[in-house]
């Protein structure tokens, strides 16, 4: 499974931005969707996730409210609309997929920028 993110730049804080990540490949191996990111400094935080079957979802505190995980019609394409950013949203942001309980699969990062 290939996964391909994009969607990233640079935007003032409160502004928003929508992160894409299309996954190729043996994509029906794969039921969870997820978004990762990683500030300078700090280790890795889960954002959000979604079940490419059922559709639930699950985020963490510190964006619950603000962003949105959803899949595209042919569910290989997960979106992360993001609201309300704050400077400290600033992150390199990665997608991935799981098979089963684990993350397996990563696509390259893509850079978020909050300016004050």
């Known amino acids: 499974v290939q996964l391909q993110a994009s969607g990233g730049g640079l935007v003032q804080a409160g502004g928003s931005l929508r992160l894409s990540c299309a996954a190729s490949?043996?994509?029906?191996?794969?039921?969870?969707m997820g978004w990762f990111r990683q500030a300078p400094g700090k280790e890795r935080e889960f954002i959000a996730s979604i079940n490419r079957n059922d559709g639930s979802t699950y985020y963490a505190d510190s964006v619950k409210g603000r962003f949105t995980i959803s899949t595209g019609s042919a569910k290989n394409t997960v979106y992360l609309q993001m609201n309300v950013l704050k400077p400290e949203d600033t992150a390199v942001y990665s997608c991935?997929?799981?098979?089963?309980?684990?993350?397996?699969?990563w696509g390259q990062g893509t850079l978020v920028t909050v300016s004050s």
């Open positions: 490949g043996r994509t029906f191996s794969t039921y969870r």
């Open positions: 991935t997929a799981s098979t089963g309980s684990n993350w397996v699969y």
